[in-house]
């Protein structure tokens, strides 16, 4: 598992991953760590690649989306 460097905390996880997206506590520095390009067309890909499953529970992203994460994005930066 990566770490968080020193003045950064973790503001999205997931039971696949602990750190999902990060923020600098200072600085204007955010990290995202998923692939917001990812929708249901290419889970067949996903698949087949990385023997994924549609059945695995914890590997669900119908809600994920580019239009979500900006979203996401915007509220936490600006909240």
Do not use: K
Not at 37 to 60: H, K, M, Q
């Amino acid at each position: 598992m990566t770490e968080l460097g020193d003045g950064t905390e973790r503001i999205a996880t997931a039971g696949y991953y602990e750190i999902l997206g990060s923020r600098h506590r200072d600085a204007p520095l955010w990290t995202v760590q998923y692939h917001p390009e990812f929708t249901a067309a290419l889970l067949p890909r996903i698949e087949a690649d990385f023997g994924w499953s549609t059945n695995d529970s914890d590997r669900d992203f119908d809600d994920a989306s580019v239009e979500r994460t900006l979203g996401n994005f915007v509220r936490l930066a600006t909240g």
